[in-house]
């Protein structure tokens, strides 16, 4: 009996090997994708804002890497005594202002010279609800924790969406003409908007990015939204907040996206990365043993074995702990 409904993921015409470059940006569902592919050492910028939930400050904040935008003193303001950035999570926050700048700028820096020679941009949309600051209606992408008369709420329409990730990425080619893009909607339950608002902001996520996928070239969808609500469908995949995907969810969603983006190769080499990876984190009884010197031994065979094949992976951190 098949307990699962079918859902067929069309494959990419060439799959993401170990070769490309990928910059993630989006909700705090990328975070998940982004330390899968870090974990199996592919080599990624993921989110140089931090976390970002609305088209809008997703399509801001490409502009600023594709435009190398450095931020200024005028650009922060003093909050609950730090200093903040309307376009940036509260990671970039600082009671030093220059500090935080700092932070700022190099992440812009590192993003700019990233996307352009990257191969892939992975979007992870979370809400269409955008909040504008009242005073000026500047969209922002993280509220830290500002007085709610301070901004106004919007729920985007599909073509507002549309446009602004039409032009970011347009604009990205110029830099990038090799760029390709993923979609991705997020499957977290933004349920702060209560269940109809949040599916209705899906829904027009859903409907945007679709468009997007059909009026560029390149541009595909990944539906880890339709893993988790449609084929999944059951509480027992979400966390105790009955809002965020757990760990087997996550894992399932993981698992369909190697299958579907990533090349067979690529595929077979993470299988035997994770052998590396799981040895690398395990933690002898007895490390004075000749049967654990061994052990470490083997491992830097096998680790050597690979870079003779794969020169561009980087395994320091398992060789630190095997020497």
């Not at 190099?106 to 955008?130: D, E, P, R, V, Y």
């Not at 390149?218 to 979400?238: G, K, N």
């Not at 490390?287 to 830097?300: L, V």
């Amino acid at each position: 009996m098949n307990f699962l409904l079918d859902l067929n993921i069309e494959p990419l015409p060439i799959g993401i090997d170990h070769k490309d470059s990928i910059m993630l940006i989006g909700s705090c569902f990328t975070e998940h994708i982004a330390d899968r592919l870090s974990k199996y050492k592919f080599q990624i910028n993921s989110n140089p804002n931090g976390i970002l939930f609305n088209p809008l400050s997703v399509a801001n904040s490409l502009n600023s890497y594709t435009q190398n935008i450095q931020y200024t003193h005028n650009n922060l303001f003093l909050l609950n005594e730090l200093w903040n950035s309307w376009d940036h999570h509260t990671n970039f926050s600082h009671p030093n202002q220059e500090q935080a700048l700092q932070l700022i700028n190099n992440s812009q820096s590192a993003a700019h010279l990233f996307i352009k020679n990257a191969n892939w941009l992975i979007i992870t949309l979370g809400s269409a609800f955008q909040y504008h600051l009242s005073e000026n209606q500047k969209a922002v992408a993280n509220n830290h924790r500002a007085p709610a008369q301070w901004f106004r709420k919007e729920l985007l329409s599909i073509a507002t969406i549309v446009n602004a990730l039409q032009n970011s990425i347009t604009q990205a080619r110029q830099l990038n003409p090799a760029l390709k893009v993923i979609f991705t909607i997020s499957p977290v339950r933004h349920i702060r908007d209560g269940v109809i608002a949040n599916n209705r902001s899906k829904a027009r996520l859903l409907e945007a990015v679709h468009t997007l996928c059909e009026n560029l070239q390149s541009t595909y969808y990944f539906p880890a939204y339709e893993l988790v609500i449609d084929i999944l469908r059951d509480y027992r995949f979400y966390d105790i907040d009955f809002v965020h995907p757990n760990y087997q969810a996550t894992q399932f969603v993981w698992e369909q996206f190697c299958k579907s983006f990533i090349n067979n190769p690529t595929q077979v080499l993470m299988e035997q990365l994770h052998e590396i990876i799981t040895a690398a984190n395990h933690k002898p009884r007895f490390p004075e043993t000749d049967a654990h010197r061994n052990f470490k031994t083997n491992q830097i065979n096998k680790i050597n074995q690979l870079l003779s094949l794969h020169p561009h992976l980087n395994f320091t951190t398992e060789l630190s702990k095997f020497m």
